[in-house]
T-cell receptor
Framework: NAGVTQTPKFQVLKTGQSMTLQCAQDMNHEYMSWYRQDPGMGLRLIHYSVGAGITDQGEVPNGYNVSRSTTEDFPLRLLSAAPSQTSVYFC????????????FGEGSWLTVV | DAKTTQPNSMESNEEEPVHLPCNHS???????IHWYRQLPSQGPEYVIH???SNVNNRMASLAIAEDRKSSTLILHRATLRDAAVYYC??????????????FGKGTLLTVNP
């Protein structure tokens, strides 16, 4: 199994540009989420989804959009990139229910100049 | 939201046991305790989780206090590859808290050769 796959791994954007970080999982997980991690910090939840067609905001949603049209995919869109969005982004998935393991992607390193 | 408290950093010597503590005094009866670790430049990976009883797997052991207000992740023989940031998180049953996971800064474990 591929697990959780994120693309691209590295990206440099100019301020004001838009882009989409892709996340796909092949484990038929209901729950998917996006986190950002700034240097020396823990992970902060951006958006999450509990199933196709259902999304909700996390701790730091401003400047980001998500959609969940299929179980497998959960793209994160940056509408107008800002230097403050320079960060490492992690996608995660799991089955619903608190006793289930959370699987993370390898991360996407984004620099906004 | 339920919160966990961990020491910022700990140090160990190679091949010695390591006990990583976590306090979660506001835990509810149906909340699961999860541990994840993050190696440099990688996404977090699952280590272990439990509800009430102590748990063992090939990576580690989880000792849960009788009142469940604290837990300890035990690495029986630390290796250099165990040097990472270790996160203790609670995964709750109640509604959105099941999905709105909170990762603090975790404990940075340094393993000395």
């Amino acid at each position: 199994n591929a697990g959780v796959t994120q693309t691209p791994k590295f990206q440099v954007l100019k301020t004001g540009q838009s882009m989409t970080l892709q996340c796909a999982q092949d484990m038929n997980h209901e729950y998917m989420s996006w986190y950002r991690q700034d240097p020396g910090m823990g992970l902060r939840l951006i958006h999450y989804s509990v199933g196709a067609g259902i999304t909700d905001q996390g701790e730091v949603p401003n400047g980001y959009n998500v959609s969940r049209s299929t179980t497998e995919d959960f793209p994160l869109r940056l509408l107008s990139a800002a230097p403050s969005q320079t960060s490492v982004y992690f996608c995660a998935s799991s089955r619903s229910g608190p006793g289930n393991t959370i699987y993370f992607g390898e991360g996407s390193w984004l620099t906004v100049v | 939201d339920a919160k966990t408290t961990q020491p910022n950093s700990m140090e160990s010597n190679e091949e010695e046991p390591v006990h990583l503590p976590c306090n979660h005094s506001t835990i509810s009866g149906t909340d699961y305790i999860h541990w994840y670790r993050q190696l440099p430049s990688q996404g977090p990976e699952y280590v272990i989780h439990g509800l009430t009883s102590n748990v063992n797997n090939r990576m580690a052991s989880l000792a849960i206090a009788e009142d469940r207000k604290s837990s300890t992740l035990i690495l029986h023989r630390a290796t250099l590859r165990d040097a990472a940031v270790y996160y203790c998180i609670l995964r709750l049953w109640s509604g959105g808290s099941n999905y709105k996971l909170t990762f603090g800064k975790g404990t940075l474990l340094t393993v000395n050769p």
